[in-house]
């Protein structure tokens, strides 16, 4: 009886996992570089052609406080693979510092349990050869900052160190020295790089989404588009009819259009009601020649704490758990990607700090304030070379409604109503003094809570 009894137990409860892995959400998180929250049309940019960010902004969740980590990208970036404030991990400022073996990322996380993992586009979370020069920080036998994500819990890369041309001409995939790779010692060949850079990138991805959708498998891809970040380079048909700023704008376009690519693959495979795509920015626009990025009247820009630095575009497109769409004022982060993707696996997350929250409350309508701060910190002297108008150590406390914010060296410390005043024109510091030493109390606990991390406090034994 039991021989009989025991195949079949079985037999369901292999089908019971299969289905049960089956309904595990695949997750994509995708993101530009140097975006200003006012450059896209559904915030208003009179001119800037958007139609598929604005197809998402009325389709699923559209957030209003949506921040990234840091002022700079590759803070940022490690911020969304790990959940936690860069300071924690030895990646504080844009080209220094590397991804830790020690860090439990993402990609590691789904990878245990069976996704299949890509990352497409921009890295910038270390160098990704020790036998060439190559980007900003590979070199022969330099191996202090490799850091590859192959070695990080990918299984297919397409992967550029630094910044490239948004725009391939012939000779511009070798003018800067940045190169895409696949993985150990794969170089991509020039001959296979040319045209508007974010199809490149999306043609990879596509790829890899037709193959993990084809044996039924959950995936996670990370799509980490170049664009707008400098060399701003674009061409016909997506700088037609913009009359000024025809490359900046038209390699937005460009991206753009590939986010509506994205999404028509994504319902082609049968795939889209269960898939989170997630989009924002990494930090907010630059200040350099052929940019001309918009925060939209916030105040600051890329490098600066102020909320044109962080405060970027926001997007979620999750069919199965929003049905309505819906704007969502409350702050939310780059930092919330880990803990809301595990919650949303019914994981556990490991045991050490994290900064991020999970949003799977907010997504479900459970949840309509931060239940705690997200926290700042920017030493832009060592971020690099060039100073771009913006002070050099910038810290900042967002609650729900307000913001401490000091942009001097601790010297100072100003307070803002973001609800009542967004573009930061009025400080309240002086009216509020109980409010300020709540939050630099708070503040303080914090910053021991990242020193003991960056001492290695958190890392014992990987799970």
Partial sequence: MISRILPLFLALLCAATQHAIAERPNVIL?????QGWGDVGYNGHPVLRTPHLNQMAREGIRFDRFYATSPVCSPTRAACLTGRHPYRHGIPFANIGKLMKEEITLPEALQDQGYATGHFGKWHLGSLTTKIKDGHRGRPGSTAVYSPPWENGYDECFVAESGVHTYHHEGSYEALGTHYWTGLDQMVPAAEISGDDS?????????????AAGTETPFLAVIWFHTPHQPVVSAPPYTDGYEEHKDYYGCLTAMDEQMGRLRAKLKGLGVEDNTMLWFCSDNGPTKVKNSWGSTGGLKGGKRSLYEGGVRVPGLLIWPRLIEQPRVVSMSCSTSDYFPTVLDALGLQLPDRP???ISLLPLIKGEMSERPKPLYFEHCFRQSLAFVDDNPENQTAVIENRYKLLSIDGEKTYQLFDLLEDREERK??????????QRMLRELEVWRESWRESAAGKDYGSRP
């Fill in 30 to 34: 995708c993101m530009s570089d140097d």
């Fill in 199 to 211: 199809k490149l990138i999306m043609d990879r991805a596509l790829s890899f989404l037709e193959k």
């Fill in 354 to 356: 994290y900064d991020g």
């Fill in 427 to 436: 400080n309240i510091a002086a009216q509020h003094p109980e409010m300020v």
